[in-house]
Nanobody, 123 residues
Framework: QVQLVESGGGLVQAGGSLRLSCAASGRTFSSATMGWFRRTPGKEREFVAAISRNNSIPYYRDSVKGRFTISRDNAKNLVYLQMNNLKPEDTAVYYC????????????????WGQGNQVTVSS
């Protein structure tokens, strides 16, 4: 069993920055592929970023490349999503997710999920 808790969201003006954190517990964190997904009203939860379990290799959806950075601190069981140059279209509930396998991009591939954390970007 794995528990995930997101934090760090809030309201920010376009062009600003936020850093989301995800605290994990319950199972060996370093063995997990970690991901971030987001959901806006009326849309499916979509892949944002993921980071591999062995070499911490990051992966991103095209729309956030160059703006978002995913990282992990295995000693602290934490995953981060640094979001810079935020745009109104980034407004969503952001979810931390974990899977005990290799990198995947589909929400159905991840076993464990946090409760979500709201990010709102004003124009």
């Amino acid at each position: 069993q794995v528990q995930l808790v997101e934090s760090g969201g809030g309201l920010v003006q376009a062009g600003g920055s936020l850093r989301l954190s995800c605290a994990a517990s319950g199972r060996t964190f370093s063995s997990a592929t970690m991901g971030w997904f987001r959901r806006t009203p009326g849309k499916e939860r979509e892949f944002v970023a993921a980071i591999s379990r062995n070499n911490s290799i990051p992966y991103y959806r095209d729309s956030v490349k160059g703006r978002f950075t995913i990282s992990r601190d295995n000693a602290k069981n934490l995953v981060y999503l640094q979001m810079n140059n935020l745009k109104p279209e980034d407004t969503a509930v952001y979810y931390c997710a974990a899977r005990y396998g290799s990198i995947r991009y589909g929400r159905e591939e991840y076993e464990y999920w946090g409760q979500g954390n709201q990010v709102t970007v004003s124009s």
